[in-house]
Nanobody
Framework: QVQLVESGGGSVKAGGSLRLSCAASGYTYSSYCMGWFRQVPGKEREGVAAIDDDGSTNYVDSVKGRFTISQDNAKNIVYLQMNSLKPEDTAMYYC??????????????????????WGQGTQVTVSS
């Protein structure tokens, strides 16, 4: 059974940094795309960043240059380093995974892929 567990959320002031972690267990597929999404109550979920198993990455325009997605294959953890945080980054952040290599197949449209596995989310709050 695949499990994704996010951690690292919290409250910071604008300009601050946080590093989110997504620990995966039970994932036996040879390929993957790991994505970070965020959602604010009353708004649609937004894809933030993703990484394929070959290291290809993609970011939504609003976080380019501020967020970095990376992976530690030995620990089965995907990170989202978030710098220069803004109040508009406030959201629940979710980690998702799927065997479909969304970035390789779809490029910037990876957010349209259907991810089969999701974590429970971690809250990020950025105050001005």
């Amino acid at each position: 059974q695949v499990q994704l567990v996010e951690s690292g959320g919290g409250s910071v002031k604008a300009g601050g940094s946080l590093r989110l972690s997504c620990a995966a267990s039970g994932y036996t597929y040879s390929s993957y795309c790991m994505g970070w999404f965020r959602q604010v109550p009353g708004k649609e979920r937004e894809g933030v960043a993703a990484i394929d198993d070959d290291g290809s990455t993609n970011y939504v325009d609003s976080v380019k240059g501020r967020f970095t997605i990376s992976q530690d294959n030995a620990k089965n953890i995907v990170y989202l380093q978030m710098n220069s945080l803004k109040p508009e980054d406030t959201a629940m952040y979710y980690c998702a995974a799927d065997p479909f290599r969304a970035i390789q197949a779809l490029g910037a449209h990876w957010v349209l892929a259907v991810f089969g596995y999701w974590g429970q989310g971690t809250q990020v709050t950025v105050s001005s």
